[in-house]
């Protein structure tokens, strides 16, 4: 359990943050950064439901919400060397993670019509901040891709960042009338 009496510690005032393990890096690493696009993703996900006013959506992102705390746990804990066991203080995401996600997604995805243009960000203010969330949940899964290219990374991580930007799209959708009122592309409509 996480226990925070001082928010301030000074430890970090010479530019470096401190992981699960005890080790510290410079707050500009990969490793930070992946996680610091999962927190900022969440941020989003949190002004999406003070928009929502739907019980059923909003349940699904407060989930969403816990399972990105765990997977920033987990991108701040290296994966330990092969042969080593993972620290004590390991939190993993796990594949039935990703499987709620892929039930959710596939629930909200049997309301609406199938495409028939890519859709513009925008519609109405869920739909709207969930595209928000979806571009930066897709640019916090490149960041964690770039990580893994250097680092071993809980491929458990990464599905679960792949399905969720799907589901902050559909989401999106779905706040739009089930699709009804989502905003059309035009190829060269301003040529």
Avoid at 35 to 46: F, H, K, L, P, Q
Avoid at 62 to 72: C, K, M, V
Avoid at 123 to 136: C, D, E, F, I, K
Avoid at 158 to 184: E, H, I, M, P
């Amino acid at each position: 359990m996480v226990k925070l009496n001082k928010i301030y510690t000074r430890t970090g005032d010479d530019g470096t943050t401190g992981l699960v393990d005890g080790s510290r890096l410079s707050k500009d690493d990969i490793r930070v950064r992946a996680y610091g696009d999962v927190d900022e993703t969440n941020s989003v996900i949190g002004l999406v439901r003070l928009t929502l006013e739907n019980r059923r959506l909003d349940d699904m992102l407060l989930r969403i919400q816990n399972d990105l705390f765990d997977l920033g746990a987990d991108l701040a804990t290296p994966l330990p060397a092969k042969g080593e066991a993972d620290s004590e203080y390991a939190l993993r995401m796990v594949e039935s993670q990703s499987t709620r996600l892929e039930e959710e997604l596939d629930a909200l995805n049997a309301d609406l019509q199938p495409l028939t243009s890519f859709v513009l960000p925008g519609g109405s203010p869920p739909a709207a901040y969930l595209h928000q969330a979806r571009t930066v949940c897709r640019r916090a899964e490149r960041v964690c891709v770039a990580l893994a290219e250097a680092h071993p990374v809980n491929p458990a991580a990464l599905t679960y960042l792949n399905r969720l930007s799907d589901f902050l799209f559909v989401a999106a959708r779905w706040c739009n009338d089930q699709g009804q009122t989502d905003v059309k592309w035009v190829p060269g409509a301003n040529r």
